[in-house]
């Protein structure tokens, strides 16, 4: 079974502008949850996704959001970067969500440079 | 709000020494306690996991007990590899169901 998959790998944007970043979810996962990790805030919940909703959201301000497809993948998208926003990004999928009872399986993640 | 502390690194150890890395928690309830490993270039793999009070989590010979008197989650391998070389998390999911990492160790292993 193919693992979760996560495209660009890396990526280089300028200060102001957006990034799109997306998520493919293990086949039959519906859950896919978005994590920031930085050196200095280590990783950090940004929101997840389930059958479409988001479920859950973390601390970040407004300029992130996310949305999930009918068929389970994902995008998060980033307006007016800032280079505080510089981290890699994570992707991680779940059968039916990050509860006690569920593993979460991740991706490689997106590098995310912002100059 | 619930928050996970662990042990900052990095932390070295020779082959076949023996670890163990600190993890203590703050949450409301009775969390279930995960330690996740980050091998160079990739994403996070779940090592093991404990979801209620004297639970023991153990997979590749690491394990860790889920102490509720003492709020900890400690991770212990006794001899450990150069292929143990990595970043390991420890973290809780809570009522919200929220995954809550703490910062993570880095460990180093030399030959």
């Known amino acids: 079974k193919a693992g979760v998959t996560q495209t660009p790998r890396y990526l280089i944007k300028t200060r102001g502008q957006q990034v799109t970043l997306s998520c493919s979810p293990i086949?039959?996962?519906?859950?896919v949850s978005w994590y920031q990790q930085t050196p200095g805030q280590g990783l950090q919940f940004l929101f997840e996704?389930?059958?479409?909703?988001?479920?859950n959201k973390g601390n970040f301000p407004g300029r992130f959001s996310g949305r999930q497809f009918s068929n389970s993948r994902s995008e998060m998208n980033v307006s007016t970067l800032e280079l505080g926003d510089s981290a890699l990004y994570l992707c991680a999928s779940s059968p039916r969500g990050p509860s006690s009872y569920n593993e979460q399986f991740f991706g490689p993640g997106t590098r995310l440079t912002v100059l | 709000g619930d928050s996970v502390t662990q042990m900052e690194g990095p932390v070295t150890l020779s082959e076949e020494a023996f670890l163990t890395i600190n993890c203590t928690y703050t949450?409301?309830?009775?969390?279930?306690l995960f330690w996740y490993v980050q091998y160079p270039g990739e994403g996070l793999q779940l090592l093991l996991k404990a979801t209620k009070a004297d639970d023991k989590g153990s997979n590749k010979g690491f394990e860790a007990t889920y102490r509720k008197e003492t709020t900890s989650f400690h991770l212990e391998k006794g001899s450990v590899q150069v292929s143990d070389s990595a970043v390991y998390f420890c973290?809780?999911?809570?009522?919200?169901?929220?995954?809550?990492f703490g910062k993570g160790t880095r460990l180093h292993i030399l030959p």
């Open positions: 996704y389930f059958s479409e909703t988001q479920r």
């Open positions: 086949s039959g996962h519906r859950s």
């Open positions: 973290a809780l999911s809570g009522r919200d169901d929220k995954i809550i």
């Open positions: 949450a409301t309830g009775y969390p279930s």
